[in-house]
């Protein structure tokens, strides 16, 4: 059982940047891949940002390259998304989540494990 938990989430203005964090607690993920998705009110969850777990194969969103990176801390068992120049259309409820199995990162939400709670992030006009 690997357990996680959000946190960075918070208001910006468009433009600022926010970094979210995701621990994993009570157990080691460095042999998991890591994903990070977003839901907006109305809309369905999709996939932001995804990395395999040994950290060299990424994955982003067309609405986010060039703007977020993922990244991980095995040591720390932690998961990164740094955010910068963002944008009020990147207003969501963030969730991180990790799967294992074979060598590549996950985009699909069913091929996720665990998840953790979520971290609301909110840009301003």
């Known amino acids: 059982q690997v357990q996680l938990v959000e946190s960075g989430g918070g208001l910006v203005q468009a433009g600022g940047s926010l970094r979210l964090s995701c621990a994993a607690v009570r157990r080691s993920f460095s042999t998991y891949h890591m994903g990070w998705f977003r839901q907006a009110p109305g809309k369905e969850r999709e996939i932001v940002a995804a990395?395999?777990?040994?950290?060299?194969?990424?994955y982003y969103v067309d609405s986010v390259k060039g703007r977020f990176t993922i990244s991980r801390d095995n040591a720390k068992n932690t998961v990164y998304l740094q955010m910068n120049s963002l944008k009020p259309e990147d207003t969501a409820v963030y969730y991180c989540?990790?799967?294992?199995?074979?060598?590549?990162?996950?985009?699909?939400?069913?091929?996720?494990?665990?998840w953790g709670q979520g971290t609301q992030v909110t840009v301003s006009s």
């Open positions: 989540a990790a799967g294992s199995g074979g060598d590549s990162y996950y985009t699909e939400g069913y091929e996720y494990d665990y």
């Open positions: 990395m395999n777990w040994s950290g060299d194969s990424t």
